[in-house]
Nanobody, 119 residues
């Protein structure tokens, strides 16, 4: 089992910044992937940024150059620094982790944190 606890969402004006945090209940070294997804009203959940296969990072095209994913291994925490925020970034942001055992993989989700970009 992996528990994921997110924090850092809120209301910000266009052009502003926020940093999201996701603390895992186990060492992030043991996870096969960890990152952030988001879901806007009326839309499906989409990948924002993630670590996969160790240190490889993937970003959605819409956030490249504006968002940065990072991690603190000692704190078992992954961060999402969001700069130059736009109204279209408004969504519930979910932390995600995948853990693979000998025979199968399990996906875990945090409870979600709301990010609203509005003037």
């Amino acid at each position: 089992q992996v528990q994921l606890v997110e924090s850092g969402g809120g209301l910000v004006q266009p052009g502003g910044s926020l940093r999201l945090s996701c603390a895992a209940s186990r060492s992030i070294f043991s996870l096969n992937a960890m990152g952030w997804y988001r879901q806007a009203p009326g839309k499906g959940r989409e990948l924002v940024a993630a670590f996969t296969s160790g240190s490889v990072t993937n970003y959605a095209d819409s956030v490249k150059g504006r968002f940065t994913i990072s991690r603190d291994n000692a704190k078992n925490t992954v961060y999402l620094q969001m700069n130059s925020l736009k109204p279209e970034d408004t969504a519930v942001y979910y932390c995600n982790a995948d853990h693979c055992g000998s025979y199968s993989c399990t996906t875990y989700w945090g409870q979600g944190t709301q990010v609203t970009v509005s003037s």
